[in-house]
């Protein structure tokens, strides 16, 4: 297995994982995230594969299989000025197609893209875990992830 930088033939491939990640939200939210639907269109994914600030990922088998993904975007995050400027690798989107799962595959993706980030000068690597996503949870704690800060809502009906 290999990881490198997702390919435009690698879209359609990448397409089938991104529903796979949608359909695990939409079955925590059901009131925010739309069944059979995927995060991106195919015309995103072709802008976005050659783009540096937003490098996606791929873990690829020997036959260029790709089997995982990790969606990464370079971030400035100085909300005010009295927080220090640094630059942030976010992950936007992480996942292991649901027939590898457990063969180590995301830690892989994972590693790859902290070592990315430090070539890239960055002083964090950060994501997003939706809450009722245990197992996402789970695994980034185990790759040594600490939460940061959190996002809490009301939902008003």
Known sequence: MIIRRAKEADIKRIMELLGQVLEIHASIRPDIFV???TKYSEDDLKEMVPDDE???FVAADDRDYCMGYAFCQLK???FTST???HKSLYIDDLCVDEKYRGEHIGEKIFEYVKKEAKKLGCYEVTLCV???NDAAEHFYEKMGMTTKERVMEIILE
């Open 35 to 37: 069944s059979g639907t």
């Open 54 to 56: 937003k490098p996606i």
């Open 76 to 78: 400035n995050p100085a």
């Open 83 to 85: 927080m220090v400027p």
């Open 130 to 132: 939706w809450n009722g």
